[in-house]
């Protein structure tokens, strides 16, 4: 079993950035974050795996970055350039080569003026 804790939540101006951390219990394959906004589908905002590999949603390209500390089993999402549309819960996901998917607790974002 894998926990997963996230922090880094909270509210911004538009324009303004935030950096969540999501710490892992131990090692995962593949880490990133998926947003559901309220009355919207869940969708995959990046994710990174241990070769370096990085996805990015379209609608977070060159605004967001996800990174990771491989030693901390740790990953982190620097957002900027927000917009009230990043509106969202943001849930840290884990995904084994092998098994399960894990889950964050969930951290709210707010982008509003």
């Known amino acids: 079993q894998v926990q997963l804790v996230e922090s880094g939540g909270g509210l911004v101006q538009p324009g303004g950035s935030l950096r969540l951390s999501c710490a892992a219990s131990?090692?995962?394959?593949?880490m990133g974050w998926y947003r559901q906004a309220s009355g919207k589908e869940r969708e995959l905002v990046a994710s990174?795996?241990?070769?370096?590999?990085?996805v990015y949603a379209d609608s977070v390209k060159g605004r967001f970055t996800i990174s990771r500390d491989t030693a901390k089993s740790s990953v982190y999402l620097q957002m900027n350039s927000l917009k009230p549309e990043d509106t969202a819960v943001y849930y840290c996901?884990?995904?084994?080569?092998?098994?399960?998917?894990?889950w964050g607790q969930g951290t709210q974002v707010t982008v509003s003026s």
């Open positions: 996901y884990g995904r084994p080569l092998v098994g399960p998917t894990y």
């Open positions: 990174t795996s241990f070769g370096g590999t990085t």
């Open positions: 131990r090692s995962i394959s593949t």
